[in-house]
């Protein structure tokens, strides 16, 4: 995947995300990967550096990090990187619906 693809699908799941943010519900990464129609290879060994990128987006926009609606469907936990973070994750996931919701309510 190049990284211009990688940039897209990171846009791509921000839509989803924020969406997903709106309704205050999380997503499994197949769900994302359906979403945003990465499959197979690319969704095991790319999707994470695609949540870094959309991390990234977040963190550039003043946001909390979409990323952490994302998780694993048989665990129903993020992925490892959530592990090592300052905050977490479940307080992130808060952050975040609370941030869209207000977004959503302020228009």
Known sequence: MTSQNRVEKAQ???AAL???AMRRSILTYGELGRAIDMHGVDLRNQMRH???????????????SLAALVVNAETGKPGQG?????????????Q???HWSASNSAR
Do not use: N
Request: glycine share 6%; net charge negative.
């Open 12 to 14: 791509q799941a921000r």
């Open 18 to 20: 924020i969406v997903a």
């Open 50 to 64: 695609v949540l870094d990128d959309l991390s990234d987006l977040c963190a550039d926009a003043g946001e909390p």
């Open 82 to 94: 959530w592990e090592d973070g300052s905050k977490p994750w479940y307080a992130e996931v808060q």
């Open 96 to 98: 975040v619906f609370r």
